[in-house]
């Protein structure tokens, strides 16, 4: 079975690796629109447009599923793309529920996109899960930034600057509401306190595609995956040797962050 992965860029990567690992003898794609990355700064309209784009093409390559591996893209334009192609579409969602459910009557942090933060989606979502107005949201909208320039130590201070009008005694959970911050889970430990649990929405979303597509998730420890993933950046097909082993270098830093939560 041929699964599509789409992302504004490479935080998507951490959902194909969640993949690679639970769901060894599927073929996959890879689809990073690096032409109009970071998609959190950009209209509705053009998110919607450039993701039409993407399916367009990932159609034509034969994928029998698309995840948008992007939550940002999922909040604007995974309803739309549900209704314009038969094949299952899974969009990606926060982790808010599973971080309200752990630990007690803690507040939980939320931290996105721009888009991801203001939108409607993740509004409807709180709206249902989230009566008592437990979970604040923070943009952390450069971290696309660091991650998309392999700067991971870099934004360290960034992240410190931002957390600093938050009270973290009061909080039990943060949730990676973007996919390109699961590459800073490193420095969310670091800055934390130890009862704050990191959630974040990859594993879950592999286990959704799975159910969807009656195949049969692969729990502990796994075989490689069968086949390389096919990348491709804007609908070019990644060959050069140099932006391969970049692409690897990405998949290597995501099996280090890989258990950190």
């Given at each position: 079975?041929?699964?599509?992965?789409?992302?504004?860029?490479?935080?998507?990567?951490?959902?194909?690796?969640?993949a690679?690992k639970?769901l060894?003898?599927?073929?996959?794609?890879?689809?990073?629109?690096?032409?109009?990355?970071?998609?959190?700064t950009?209209?509705?309209?053009?998110?919607?447009r450039?993701?039409?784009?993407?399916?367009?093409?990932?159609?034509?390559?034969?994928?029998?599923?698309?995840?948008?591996?992007?939550?940002?893209?999922?909040?604007?334009?995974?309803?739309?793309?549900?209704?314009k192609?038969?094949?299952?579409?899974?969009?990606?969602?926060?982790?808010?529920?599973?971080?309200?459910?752990?630990?007690?009557?803690?507040?939980?942090?939320v931290?996105?996109?721009n888009?991801?933060?203001?939108?409607?989606?993740l509004?409807?979502?709180l709206?249902?899960?989230?009566?008592?107005?437990?979970?604040?949201?923070?943009?952390?909208?450069?971290?696309?930034?660091?991650?998309?320039e392999?700067?991971?130590?870099?934004?360290?201070?960034?992240?410190?600057?931002q957390?600093?009008?938050f009270?973290?005694?009061?909080?039990?959970?943060?949730?990676?509401?973007?996919?390109?911050?699961?590459y800073?889970?490193?420095?969310?430990?670091?800055?934390?306190?130890?009862?704050?649990?990191?959630?974040?929405?990859?594993?879950?979303?592999?286990?959704?595609?799975?159910?969807?597509?009656?195949?049969?998730?692969?729990?502990g420890?796994?075989?490689?995956p069968?086949?390389?993933?096919k990348?491709?950046?804007?609908?070019?097909?990644?060959?050069?040797?140099?932006?391969?082993?970049?692409?690897?270098?990405?998949?290597?830093?995501?099996?280090?962050?890989y258990?950190?939560?």
């Open positions: 079975m041929k699964i599509a992965f789409f992302d504004s860029g490479l935080g998507g990567l951490g959902v194909l690796h969640a690679m639970r060894p003898k599927e073929e996959f794609l890879f689809y990073a629109d690096e032409d109009h990355v970071p998609y959190g950009k209209s509705n309209e053009d998110i919607l450039f993701v039409d784009d993407a399916f367009a093409f990932l159609a034509g390559q034969g994928a029998d599923a698309v995840v948008v591996a992007c939550n940002t893209a999922t909040s604007v334009a995974v309803k739309a793309m549900r209704e192609y038969s094949f299952p579409v899974i969009g990606m969602e926060p982790a808010v529920k599973p971080a309200l459910d752990a630990k007690g009557n803690k507040r939980v942090l931290v996105a996109t888009v991801t933060v203001k939108g409607e989606k509004h409807n979502l709206a249902k899960i989230d009566p008592d107005g437990r979970v604040d949201r923070l943009p952390l909208q450069k971290l696309v930034d660091f991650a998309e392999f700067q991971f130590a870099a934004a360290k201070e960034y992240i410190k600057e957390f600093a009008p009270d973290f005694a009061k909080y039990s959970a943060l949730v990676l509401g973007c996919t390109h911050f699961n800073f889970k490193d420095s969310f430990r670091e800055l934390l306190p130890e009862g704050v649990a990191i959630f974040d929405g990859n594993d879950g979303t592999v286990r959704e595609l799975a159910r969807r597509l009656g195949i049969e998730a692969e729990t420890e796994t075989s490689p069968k086949k390389t993933p990348y491709f950046y804007s609908g070019r097909e990644v060959t050069e040797a140099a932006e391969i082993m970049r692409l690897n270098r990405y998949l290597k830093r995501l099996n280090e962050m258990l950190i939560n």
